[in-house]
């Protein structure tokens, strides 16, 4: 983030092997909370939220989909989203995208800006599946979700989608409640299955990474009328045996996160407190930490 609720739209390249950092061309549309997931080699970016251009500090949904070649440092603009959101979740399946949930204004509502507070504008979360077909640059509409969401993790194991944790109600983190649901789809067949083993701790905005069959939550936060906290806790949820383990801590308590599986090590990145950095109470001096969880076997 830049001045208040103003992503940036940076990208860069990590090398695990030289360790170092190598700055590539920004998004097309600089935004924040998007929806992202590889397929092929490629990046593809759904929605997200934009800083408007007049009035107050907010979130404006958008409806753009982008897809990122590495190898040439190149986007390409794709069909958009059927529904302008942000903080939905992405995941590919065999050469298709599903992008779930996520938040807008109420239905029938005008695609406002979202303005944060009790007197600001009305907000819902979404249970909307769509599929994006790579292939055809085509999108269709799935079974809904059976518990409408934003800020939370989608990931993919053996072909089966599994969306846990994250918000309902509101976009903002002070007006919305968090769920430890767990939910399973099959994409093949369109179908919701029965409710999963339940996320131990409650929280939004974690980092999700797919390793040997287990689907690793790290990071998050949580706000309710107690207390607002970011979160150290990294756990694994074993798909195939509907168990969660326990994982060595990160050093850092931060969200939102962002990580990736390279080999046996799950890479994250963000900064401590994200939402001091999108409030523009953290500085940029303040950096942003960067740590590695090497997995060397299961319990």
């Not at 190898?71 to 069909?79: H, N």
């Given at each position: 983030m830049g001045e208040l609720y103003a992503p940036l739209g940076l990208v860069f390249e990590y090398d695990p092997?030289?360790?170092s950092w190598t700055k590539k061309k920004a998004m097309p549309l600089p935004a924040h909370q998007v929806a992202v997931a590889e397929s092929g080699g490629k990046i593809y970016l759904f929605g997200g939220f934009k800083k408007p251009a007049s009035g107050p500090p907010a979130w404006e949904a958008v409806d753009n989909a982008w897809e990122y070649n590495p190898?040439?440092?190149?986007?390409?603009?794709?069909?958009?989203?059927?529904?302008p959101r942000g903080a939905s979740s992405?995941?590919?399946?065999?050469?298709?995208?599903?992008?779930?949930?996520?938040?807008?204004?109420?239905p029938g509502t005008q695609n406002l800006p979202l303005v944060p507070g009790p007197d600001g504008t009305p907000s819902r979360s979404l249970s909307s599946v769509e599929e994006y077909d790579v292939a055809s640059n085509s999108w269709r509409s799935l079974t809904s979700m059976p518990t409408p969401r934003n800020h939370f993790a989608l990931a993919a194991?053996?072909?089966?989608?599994?969306?846990?944790?994250?918000?309902?109600?509101?976009?903002?983190?002070?007006l919305a409640s968090d769920v430890q649901v767990v939910e399973e789809f099959d994409p093949a067949a369109n179908q919701w299955g029965l409710e999963r083993a339940k996320m131990s701790t409650l929280r939004d905005s974690m980092a999700a990474a797919v390793y040997d069959g287990h689907i690793c939550l790290i990071?998050?936060?949580?706000?309710?009328?107690?207390?607002?906290?970011?979160?150290?806790?990294?756990?694994?949820?074993?798909?195939?045996?509907?168990?969660?383990?326990?994982?060595?801590?990160?050093?850092?308590?931060r969200a939102p996160v962002a990580a990736a599986a390279l080999g046996d090590t799950i890479y994250l990145i963000s900064a401590p407190d994200g939402y001091k950095l999108q409030t523009g109470e953290r500085r940029p001096s303040d950096g942003s930490p960067f740590d590695a969880l090497r997995i060397?076997?299961?319990?």
């Open positions: 092997a030289a360790r190898a040439g440092d190149t986007w390409k603009p794709l069909k958009p989203l059927p529904t992405a995941a590919a399946v065999n050469g298709r995208i599903y992008v779930m949930g996520g938040a807008a204004v109420q194991v053996n072909g089966k989608l599994y969306a846990l944790g994250g918000r309902t109600g509101s976009a903002f983190a002070d990071g998050g936060s949580m706000t309710d009328a107690r207390v607002s906290a970011t979160f150290r806790i990294a756990e694994a949820y074993d798909a195939a045996k509907d168990q969660w383990l326990v994982l060595p801590p990160v050093p850092v308590d060397r076997m299961w319990p």
